[in-house]
T-cell receptor, first 114, second 110 residues
Framework: DADVTQTPRNRITKTGKRIMLECSQTKGHDRMYWYRQDPGLGLRLIYYSFDVKDINKGEISDGYSVSRQAQAKFSLSLESAIPNQTALYFCATSLGDVSYNEQFFGPGTRLTVL | GQNIDQPTEMTATEGAIVQINCTYQTSGFNGLFWYQQHAGEAPTFLSY????GLEEKGRFSSFLSRSKGYSYLLLKELQMKDSASYLC???????????FGKGTKLSVIP
C-alpha cells in the first residue's frame, strides 16, 4: 500500500492553463513538501507546510501556489502554466522531529507544458 | 546557505565496489541522508549519518566526517539493479528542510 500518493501521475497541458497536482498521505506526518526535479538540477523545494495553517515558500516558489486542505492533503497549483514548468514533481512527508528529518516521497507526477 | 557537491556520473563493474563522495557547506548541520532513485521513480531512503563514522547496512555503508564536510556512500558487490542515481541530502540545524545535491548517476556494467 502506498503511503504517499500523487494524482495525476502524468499530465500534458498547454501554456496558460491552470493545473492542480494533488498529494495525499496515510503516514500521519505533519510536514509536507513539494519538489520539482529537472535533469542536471536535482530536487528543488517549491513549498512546504508544517501543519494545516502553515505554508512556507521554498527555493523556487514563483509561479506556484499551494493549499493544505487537511493534515493528509497538500495540493500544488500552477496558475498559468508555462513550458519551463515541465518537470517531474514530487510530494514528500516527514515527522515533526527536527532532529531526524527523513522524508518519504510519493511516486511523482510528470508534467509536460506545451 | 547550503552547497552540496557530488560527482555527476560514475560507472562501475558488476561485483565491484564503488564509492560515491559528497561534500557540503552548510549553515549548521543536523544530519546527512543518502537516497537512491531509479529513473523516473521516487527517491527512497538508504542511510542516515549524524555522528562521525561509518554506518553499515548490508551491501551499503555510509561515512561522515563533520569537520571536513564530507560523506561517502560505499556500495559493495555491485549488482545491475544498483544502476540508479544516488542523492546526498543535508539537514540544517533546527530545520525541517533537506537540501539535496544534484545526484550521482551510477551505471553498473557487466
Amino acid at each position: 500500500d502506498a503511503d504517499v500518493t500523487q494524482t495525476p501521475r502524468n499530465r500534458i497541458t498547454k501554456t496558460g492553463k491552470r493545473i492542480m497536482l494533488e498529494c495525499s498521505q496515510t503516514k500521519g506526518h505533519d510536514r509536507m513538501y513539494w519538489y520539482r526535479q529537472d535533469p542536471g538540477l536535482g530536487l528543488r523545494l517549491i513549498y512546504y507546510s508544517f501543519d494545516v495553517k502553515d505554508i512556507n515558500k521554498g527555493e523556487i516558489s514563483d509561479g506556484y501556489s499551494v493549499s493544505r486542505q487537511a493534515q493528509a492533503k497538500f495540493s500544488l497549483s500552477l496558475e498559468s502554466a508555462i513550458p519551463n514548468q515541465t518537470a517531474l514533481y514530487f510530494c514528500a512527508t516527514s515527522l515533526g522531529d527536527v532532529s531526524y528529518n527523513e522524508q518519504f516521497f510519493g511516486p511523482g507526477t510528470r508534467l509536460t507544458v506545451l | 546557505g547550503q552547497n552540496i557537491d557530488q560527482p555527476t556520473e560514475m560507472t562501475a563493474t558488476e561485483g565491484a565496489i564503488v564509492q560515491i563522495n559528497c561534500t557540503y557547506q552548510t549553515s549548521g548541520f543536523n544530519g546527512l541522508f543518502w537516497y537512491q532513485q531509479h529513473a523516473g521513480e521516487a527517491p527512497t531512503f538508504l542511510s542516515y549519518n549524524v555522528l562521525d563514522g561509518l554506518e553499515e547496512k548490508g551491501r551499503f555503508s555510509s561515512f561522515l566526517s563533520r569537520s571536513k564536510g564530507y560523506s561517502y556512500l560505499l556500495l559493495k558487490e555491485l549488482q545491475m539493479k544498483d544502476s540508479a542515481s544516488y542523492l546526498c541530502a543535508v539537514s540544517g540545524a533546527g530545520s525541517y528542510q533537506l537540501t539535496f545535491g544534484k545526484g550521482t548517476k551510477l551505471s553498473v556494467i557487466p
